[in-house]
């Protein structure tokens, strides 16, 4: 079967289960496949697959027909203009999440020797992306989850970041060490009443921990905010991602620990997405 013929199967077979992006799913699949990129697919329609091949990107095009996240079936996933390695055992990286990205590389991009904490690191995309744009920092990154300190420790490797970056198996009640100017996380911010009217994709797949954040979603956000306190430097910031109607209890919880707020960051749909503070004590 040539690529052409192939495709159209495919693209059929997601486009009936109401997948939108079925066309370039499908090319992607493909793409990873038989590891040719996507101008060679596009251009040679005529070129005969291995009919090996053809059995694994059937398999593989059935995973996204069950709604598997594309990320996850190419183990990939672009964050900040970077590919990151990913699997189900760490939450994929959102466009959103850029915007705490952009905001730390703007305020600390011509400063030296930034000490950075990632708590909640998944992937480590958020560190990673910022000692990649800043050259004169180090950062260490800490999850629960041993697993997902194995993507972020491939991650690095992969980035050549090993000598200014650490990633640790830590609980955030229970790290101490250092003192940091940045503090950023991307917290489990979602109530867990709606965890289950989370769209298949995510809510089948995603890891559960990353996402729920207890019952008002704001369980583990308190805790990064009531330990940044001891953990960053007086002047330092806190970069942290919120979820939606959340800003006035962060805002008071905030106050109560003694940082004030600096910056509110809204993303593309206009929702505020991020809340920047600084430790004025």
């Known amino acids: 079967m040539d690529i052409n013929n192939l495709l159209q199967e495919a693209s059929s077979i997601l486009k009936e289960k109401n997948i939108q992006t079925y066309k370039i799913d499908s090319e ?15 251009a040679n329609g005529d070129f005969e697959i291995d009919p090996r091949e053809i059995k694994t990107y ?6 996204r027909k069950k709604n598997e996240p594309i990320a996850y079936i190419l183990k990939r996933k672009e964050f ?28 600390y991009r011509y400063r030296n020797a930034i000490n950075i904490l990632d708590i909640g690191t998944g992937s480590g995309c958020i560190l990673l992306s910022l000692l990649k744009n800043l050259e004169n920092s180090r950062g260490i990154g800490i999850d629960k989850s041993k697993k997902a300190i194995k993507i972020a420790q491939k991650n690095c490797s992969y980035l050549k970041l ?33 965890v289950k009217y989370l769209s298949r994709d995510i809510r089948d797949y995603e890891p559960i921990e990353a996402l729920d954040g207890g019952v008002d979603g704001m369980g583990t956000t308190i805790r990064i905010v009531k330990k940044s306190q001891k953990l960053l430097k007086k002047g330092g910031h806190l970069y942290i991602e919120i979820g939606e109607k959340q800003f006035n209890k962060l805002s008071n919880i905030l106050l109560k620990n003694n940082f004030r707020i600096v910056k509110k960051v809204y993303d593309y749909r206009k929702n505020l997405r991020c809340i920047i503070s600084t430790k004025v004590i």
């Open 162 to 194: 090993q000598t200014r970056s650490k990633f640790i198996n830590c609980n955030i009640d229970n790290f101490r060490l250092d003192k940091y100017d940045i503090i950023v996380s991307n917290p489990p911010y979602i109530c867990s009443h709606r």
């Open 80 to 107: 900040w203009s970077i590919d990151f390695n990913l699997n189900r055992n760490v939450l994929i990286p959102r466009p959103e999440t850029e915007f705490i990205v952009e905001e730390v590389i703007k305020k």
């Open 58 to 63: 059937k398999d593989l095009i059935l995973r």
């Open 28 to 42: 992607l699949i493909l793409s990873k496949t038989i590891k040719k990129d996507l101008s060679f697919i596009l």
